[in-house]
């Protein structure tokens, strides 16, 4: 029974230290989702922008929102499945919602029209002000 004992302890010390291995979230996390996040939609801006300019051809800018929107996708999805303590989970549930917009933005702006471009680098460029914001207040 002692051995038992000893393996929930160690169980339960790994799982304080390494709140990863629980899908629990700190405020460090958190933080640095926000950043990649917030990255994400700051590229996916520019190429917006770019594009808009003809500054990059169409195929790039499709291939490259395509992987723009892979990375906000698996922050979603991180995001998502993630548990954090109760003061924090407002936070965790808007960069949810924000990666989700910035994934169907990004998905949007590979085959979209130049207007269709201006107002998605308005709203990346606005998701990105959010995410960064929401990251700085977690520090």
């Keep these: 029974m002692d051995g038992?004992?000893?393996h929930a302890d160690l169980i339960h010390l790994l799982k304080s230290r390494f709140p990863a291995l629980t899908g629990q979230?700190?405020?460090?996390a958190l933080s640095q989702q926000a950043k990649s996040l917030q990255s994400a939609a700051a590229e996916g801006a520019l190429l917006a922008q770019d594009a808009v300019s003809g500054k990059t051809t169409r195929v790039y800018?499709?291939?490259h929102s395509s992987d723009?929107?892979?990375?906000a996708v698996r922050v979603e999805a991180e995001l998502k499945r993630a548990?954090?303590?109760p003061s924090l989970e407002p936070k965790l549930h808007r960069l949810a919602v924000i990666a989700a917009?910035?994934?169907?933005?990004?998905e949007r702006l590979g085959g979209a029209s130049r207007n269709e471009e201006r107002a998605?680098?308005?709203e990346l460029r606005a998701a990105a002000a959010e995410a960064e914001r929401i990251g700085r207040a977690l520090k």
């Design 61 to 63: 800018a499709r291939e």
């Design 4 to 6: 038992l004992r000893a």
């Design 83 to 85: 548990k954090t303590e």
């Design 68 to 71: 723009l929107r892979t990375a």
């Design 25 to 28: 979230l700190g405020a460090k």
């Design 101 to 106: 917009r910035v994934s169907v933005v990004l």
């Design 120 to 122: 998605l680098a308005r």
